[in-house]
């Protein structure tokens, strides 16, 4: 016998079947197109920013991710529950399409059948099984929501909906094929290819073949208002996902990663800089609104919300979209709160970990520009005084800025203005210029540059702190101030490559001084070193360590960098015990996002967190690469009462020990 099977069994092929079936589909699919419509009025309420440059590129990023649900599933459980509903979902999406094409389309006008011989066999199998999947998976994932509800984790009637339909959906799908088998398929060798289905067949075979035909087609009808009734749902509740979650893959920031807007502080023509109402935010803004499915990944990996900060960038994301579809002309600073904004340390973790792309800290540094810019409100007098210190000396630190490279002078180092003629510009910055602490890690770097036969200059009392912390912490002004004087500064010296100890320094250089026209090659200091042992121009002994290591949020999340620094700690004989949160899920210190500047006086200290973490591992040493980073675990060291169990160390301190 011919492996197929008749596709509109016992309902019928003909007009009494096939036109209200395709009204149904007209009607659902206008509802969802009308209700969109309706909704990107709402996004346009934004402004306007591109996100369709390179649209080859952002359709098979958005298609990678759709299809493999490689963001969905870096979350294990739940993201390998979600990710195996949809690729079973996706491939009875699939099937049906095949039947429908076959039934209406090639059989109907040309007479041509494929779903037949083993080509039909393997449709069977595969569907049977992705149907099964699909509701154990759905069924996994309810008893996650509602019995084993992780923390934080918000349960609508938009859930309960999505849970019932869907596992209606699957299981009406089943009693149509169990009852189409148990009348025409029994006992015949195509049975064995839908396994469940003929399970579920045998067991209801008893019935009789009038009540089976009376069965299957109220189920066929009732499956079809159901299906029909899920897409027209789509726009009204969380479904909406499915469509803008994807788009918002298309949509997504292609980098330079991280990078932010640059406002146009000399348009004359603004009244405002920075976002206070949802019409100055961009569209991208609102959107990732509906594209959140609040599934709370953000919020369990923010370090702000994780020592009880008030801070839930998932919140943050939805209080926007909230106040763009209700009311358009509400206070975003009042209605999401000061102190949740000023709680962000810009680590990027919330970002790294979304399944749907959406954009978290452009939209807080946003609010945060209004709040310094429009009513100069920072977040303490300490933040002012800081502000105020960089404006004159062009440091936060408040020290001169003639003494800047006092630091250099008994290496022999001298400062372009005196020598121009350079291998490479050490661009310093202000805590490896002025702390006492970081100088000691300005000078094991150039002791090593010197070490490999690098000619290395610095700008001493001519550089100015890069505006990375004025700029996070809102004021925009500040930062373009300070950096079009250091831009204008390194491209007069005509200098071709810069490097620096500091990863703020270095993601401001290579990304935003990129706006302001800087010319010379950026290069973070691990990665240069690990250049220069790789190389054989550096020469380092190896010598037994015991150590930890932190990812600093903006060498690590910001610019991806993992390896260089691992690489530069076993070349120097160290043996790294991982926290448990490291590379891209690392914990923040606590000083991004200009925090730096501020006292922590909200829960629990970030920094003696990540300090506890360190001390956990067991390792004596705890190594960074950013002075930020290690001014908060000397601090947190002393705070958490563990100065005899962990030191913190540079890389390059570690390195210039093994000369």
């Known amino acids: 016998m011919e492996f197929t099977r008749e596709i509109y069994w016992n309902v019928g092929h003909g007009a009494t079947t096939l036109v209200p079936m395709y009204l149904l589909v007209i009607v659902a699919i206008a509802v969802v197109v009308k209700m969109f419509l309706q909704r990107r009025e709402v996004y346009r309420q934004g402004l306007p920013l591109n996100r369709t440059d390179n649209l080859g590129e952002r359709i098979s990023g958005m298609l990678v991710n759709v299809l493999l649900q490689k963001k969905v599933t870096r979350v294990k459980m739940p993201g390998l529950f979600h990710g195996l509903f949809f690729w079973g979902f996706f491939l009875l999406l699939i099937g049906t399409t095949l039947i429908v094409l076959q039934a209406d389309f090639t059989d109907l006008l040309f007479g041509y059948k494929f779903l037949k011989g083993t080509f039909y066999k393997l449709f069977s199998i595969i569907l049977d099984f992705a149907g099964l999947i699909s509701l154990v998976m759905l069924g996994a994932l309810f008893i996650r929501r509602y019995f084993f509800r992780p923390e934080g984790l918000e349960t609508k009637k938009d859930d309960a909906i999505m849970h019932g339909l869907m596992t209606f959906i699957l299981l009406t799908g089943f009693v149509i094929e169990g009852t189409r088998m148990a009348v025409t398929e029994l006992g015949t060798p195509v049975a064995s290819w839908s396994p469940v289905g003929h399970l579920l067949a045998q067991s209801i075979a008893w019935m009789g073949e009038d009540t089976l035909r009376t069965l299957h087609k109220l189920t066929w009808w009732f499956h079809l208002l159901m299906v029909m009734g899920f897409i027209a749902l789509i726009p009204f509740t969380k479904f909406r996902h499915i469509l803008t979650t994807s788009a918002n893959y298309l949509f997504a920031d292609r980098g330079p990663k991280g990078q932010l807007r640059s406002l146009d502080l000399e348009d004359e023509s603004s009244e405002t800089f920075g976002a206070t109402q949802v019409k100055e935010l961009t569209w991208k803004d609102i959107f990732d609104a509906d594209a959140c499915t609040l599934c709370k990944r953000c919020q369990d990996r923010c370090p702000a919300w994780a020592t009880d900060k008030p801070l839930s960038p998932m919140k943050v994301v939805n209080q926007i979209g909230e106040a763009a579809f209700t009311n358009s002309e509400a206070n975003l600073i009042d209605l999401i709160g000061k102190d949740v904004l ?292 000397e601090d947190g060291v002393k705070g958490a009462g563990v100065e005899d169990k962990l030191k913190p160390k540079d890389i390059a301190e570690l390195l210039a020990e093994r000369l």
């Open 342 to 633: 000023w709680s962000c340390t810009t680590c990027r973790a919330c970002q790294e970990i979304c399944p749907a792309s959406i954009e978290h800290v452009s939209k807080i540094v946003d609010l945060r520009r209004s709040m310094v810019l429009m009513e100069g409100e920072f977040p303490g007098d300490e933040v002012m005084t800081a502000m105020e210190a960089t404006e004159v000396n062009g440091n936060p630190l408040g020290i001169g800025y003639a003494s800047r490279g006092d630091w250099a002078a008994e290496l022999g180092i001298k400062t372009l203005a005196e020598d121009p003629e350079i291998d490479i510009l050490y661009f310093v910055g202000c805590y490896g210029s002025f702390d006492k602490r970081n100088i000691a890690i300005a000078k094991s770097f150039v002791k090593l540059c010197q070490a490999a036969g690098v000619k290395v200059g610095i700008l001493g009392k001519e550089e100015k702190c890069c505006g990375e912390p004025m700029r996070k912490m809102g004021n925009e002004y500040l930062y373009q101030s300070l950096a079009m004087e250091n831009v204008e500064l390194i491209n007069g010296y005509g200098v071709k490559k810069i490097v620096t100890t500091c990863p703020h320094c270095y993601n401001t250089l290579q990304k935003d001084y990129r706006d302001l026209a800087l010319a010379a090659e950026v290069e973070t200091y691990t990665v240069y070193l690990e250049q220069l042992i790789s190389s054989g121009k550096l020469k380092i002994r190896s010598e037994g360590l015991d150590c930890t290591y932190h990812d600093s949020c903006y060498l690590g999340r910001h610019n991806d960098v993992y390896d260089a620094p691992r690489a530069l700690i076993t070349a120097a004989g160290g043996t790294i015990r991982e926290m448990k949160k490291s590379r891209s899920e690392g914990f923040c210190c606590s000083a991004g996002g200009g925090r730096i500047m501020a006292e922590e006086k909200i829960g629990e200290r970030i920094n003696i967190r990540r300090v506890n973490m360190a001390v956990d591992t067991g390792a004596g040493v705890l190594v960074s690469n950013c002075p930020f980073c290690l001014t908060m675990f």
